[in-house]
């Protein structure tokens, strides 16, 4: 059987969520956390418009929700990066292989409710 691909994926207005993000210092260690402004969302990953600049392929650490539900040191990995005036738009892919299935699981599950009810 196919995997889905990921552009049919279901999008969602991601509008209502807190989005933070760390990105690794030259050490790899991760940074304080920016905020970021959440567009859209699927399964499998989240737009989002930023000032950072942050090249194609770097991951983040992720965090985001509402009032109810969150996920927290999430990664995800940039596959896209559009300038929009001042700031970028940037296309995240959530890394849920490095979870435990467990971990999996309960990440897909949180994911599943922000997507039914983004604004909680």
Request: glycine share 4%; proline share 7%.
């Amino acid at each position: 059987m196919n995997a889905p691909d990921r552009r049919f994926s279901p999008r969602h207005d991601a509008a209502p969520l807190k989005v933070e993000l760390c990105q690794r210092n030259w050490l790899g260690q991760w940074q304080p956390p920016h905020h970021a402004i959440a567009l859209e969302i699927t399964l499998d990953g989240l737009s989002i418009l930023s000032p950072l600049k942050i090249r194609r392929g770097q991951q983040l650490l992720i965090a985001l929700g509402n009032r109810h539900h969150s996920l927290q040191q999430l990664t995800a990995d940039v596959v896209q990066q559009t300038p929009q005036g001042r700031d970028f738009i940037y296309t995240l892919h959530f890394d849920l292989d490095s979870l435990s299935d467990s971990s999996r699981q309960s990440a897909e599950a949180v994911l599943q409710r922000l997507l039914t009810s983004p604004a909680g």
